[in-house]
């Protein structure tokens, strides 16, 4: 059986503990998947809607060299293949990373084209005319050389630096991907001139951590919808204090956003119309546990389904 995207785009961010894992059903039935981990609870997932042994991943980018964000993505690639691999570039700056550098020697046996980002790329998946404002396409923001240089230069580099910024854009339909990006590399999305524009849907920078969620940055892209992907019990503890804090104030607005956990919420699907219209689910279920694509919860406006202030008070200092 096919997946089908019943002519809709679709946006899955799935709860993975602290990590990502974005699958993208595009309204031709492409499947691009953006970071991935836990497989084998990815694999039950694509099953579920659809996906067999016959169908191949459209196209893999993975933001950033960090293992909560491409550990799955090998067993998926012997799995099912793919047509296509997007990477954050390497430099001579990042020290050897054998899981990262193994996905790279698999897609090279397996002769699968890869990229290496550096800059601006624009993908359109649906094979739709490049100016065709109806089609869906989708912008990666990756560091530039200069500003690998320029970070290395004041000793402030690491690798959250090299994460890719993906945009999804259809219609009037916008949704930022941020990946693990820090305060620096919002400062280049903007240089950029791509905070010009407010989005509708934003998967909130490296787990809702000071770092990379800023309320002056969030606030500025105006998103209707907030998904902060990770686990508060984890090791690295994130969303951290200022983090929630600034999910709190932010839920807080006169407009009533969606600010979710899925840690709180489980996994989260966004599916979207051709007029724009969007509708978010929630699957309600734990990082560990397997999706159930027929339980879901809709999730409305003026809902706190994370309880924010609750979590921004257990994060104080005792």
Same mark, same amino acid.
């Given at each position: 059986m096919a997946v089908n995207s019943n002519g809709k785009l679709i946006i899955y961010c799935l709860n993975v503990g602290q990590g990502d894992t974005t699958i993208i059903i595009t309204p031709n039935n492409r499947v691009i998947i953006i970071d991935a981990v836990k497989a084998k609870k990815v694999v039950n997932f694509l099953e579920q809607i659809g996906f067999d042994d016959q169908q191949t991943i459209d196209h893999f980018i993975i933001s950033h060299p960090h293992t909560d964000h491409y550990r799955a993505v090998a067993p998926l690639i012997n799995k099912y293949g793919t047509n296509e691999i997007t990477f954050s570039s390497l430099r001579r700056y990042t020290k050897n990373i054998p899981g990262y550098v193994g996905i790279i020697n698999t897609a090279a046996e397996k002769k699968v084209p890869m990229n290496f980002l550096s800059g601006y790329n624009q993908l359109h998946p649906d094979d739709s005319p490049f100016l065709d404002p109806k089609t869906v396409r989708l912008e990666l923001l990756g560091p530039s050389n200069q500003f690998i240089e320029n970070l290395h230069s004041s000793g402030t580099l690491e690798i959250n630096h090299y994460s890719i910024i993906a945009r999804l854009v259809w219609g009037k339909f916008r949704m930022v991907i941020a990946g693990d990006a820090q305060m620096e590399n919002w400062a280049h999305f903007d240089r950029e001139k791509m905070l010009e524009e407010t989005c509708t849907v934003?998967?909130?920078a490296h787990h809702g951590s000071a770092n990379g969620t800023q309320f002056e940055r969030i606030d500025r892209l105006n998103p209707r919808v907030v998904i902060v992907s990770s686990d508060p019990t984890g090791k690295d503890e994130l969303?951290?204090?200022?983090?929630?804090?600034t999910m709190l104030r932010y839920h807080k607005k006169s407009s009533d956003p969606i600010v979710a956990l899925t840690h709180y919420t489980g996994s989260i699907k966004i599916e979207v119309n051709n007029k724009g219209s969007r509708k978010v689910f929630s699957y309600g279920e734990t990082a560990k546990a397997n999706?159930?694509?027929?339980?879901?919860?809709? @999730?409305?406006? +003026?809902?706190?389904?994370?309880?924010?202030?609750? @979590?921004?008070? +257990?994060?104080l200092p005792t």
């Open positions: 934003l998967r909130s969303p951290d204090l200022i983090g929630c804090a999706i159930n694509i027929n339980q879901f919860t809709e @999730l409305k406006r +003026s809902t706190d389904p994370t309880k924010w202030k609750d @979590l921004s008070l +257990s994060k």
